[in-house]
């Protein structure tokens, strides 16, 4: 039977996908003094892990940090330390950073991804000047020597991301069956990520993760959130899950417009301090449980660990080095 043209798509019709939200529990970019919430001991990481997960994130994303002084670090120990813990609590899955800072190699970004073998790591997508000398303005005081210097000298810092090393990461990681958040944090790395798909170097799905607000990087203004979306659209296809994270007080206003565009969200300390205008979030659960209401005010449905396991296709929990 011929459909009416008042009929919808068959798209419309078929049930959407679940909605991922990730949760960058601490990162690098932050220092400890600019908020008492970010976690720094792995006791406070897989704590904050945790309760991300409890409050819906499916995917937590990780860094490691100098317990002593919260400076970043790659040290794998500190990330089996976390990492073991918080799989013995959760069934959440668990996100390495290859990124770690752009004050380190690659040989000490891809360390802990490649020894721990976890199911998903994050991966760049291009050397970029990144920015983060601007917080100087508003935070004047810190209580480790570490942090003003690692501020101020950002204006001179290219964060290193060759062809070369994205094969590395891809190739090294690809042998444990880790697949990749290819964070993307302007309209060419896009294109990079195609080139490494047209290659086989990396299999789909891809989990594309778009970062908006990073200065070097694209804006955050609603015309880049389409840019990018239009773009990975026309180069993926079916092969891509989409993700947004946006930075400081982007975050939520870029997450609602992901969500109602069909995309998967991120949240978490690593990209903002903050649950609203002048208020500190109390903890990565906070944020989390923030974007979940705004994700099921829009009629959508939070995915669980084991539904973004299928979405991605990932290898599960169990097939892990901690």
Known sequence: MRASPDDPPRDAMAPPLKVIITCAVTGSIH???MSPHL???PREIADAAVGAAEAGAAIVHLHARDPADGRPTQDPALFREFASEIRRRSNVVLNFTTGGAATMTIDERL??????????????????????YPMLDRFRTFRHPWEREYLAT?????????????????VSCAQNRTRF??????IGHLY??????????????LFIQSVFGILGGIGPHPDDVMHMRRTADRL????????????????MPIAAMAAAMGGNVR????????LGPGKLAESNAAQVANVRRIVEGLGLAVATPDEARAILELKGGDDVGF
């Open 154 to 170: 950002s204006d001179e810092r290219i964060f290193r991301n060759t062809f070369r090393d994205i094969e590395r990461i891809l």
């Open 192 to 205: 990079t990520a195609k080139h490494f798909l047209d290659r086989g170097v990396v299999a789909p799905p």
């Open 181 to 186: 958040e290819i964070e993307c944090y302007d």
């Open 267 to 274: 949240v978490g300390l690593e990209d903002s301090l903050w």
């Open 236 to 251: 993926f296809g079916d092969d891509y899950r989409w993700s947004v994270l946006g930075a400081g007080r982007s975050q």
């Open 39 to 41: 976690p720094v001991t």
């Open 111 to 132: 360390r802990p991804a490649l020894e721990l073998k976890p199911e998903v790591a994050s991966l760049n997508m291009g050397s970029m000047n990144f920015g983060l």
């Open 31 to 33: 220092t400890p003094s």
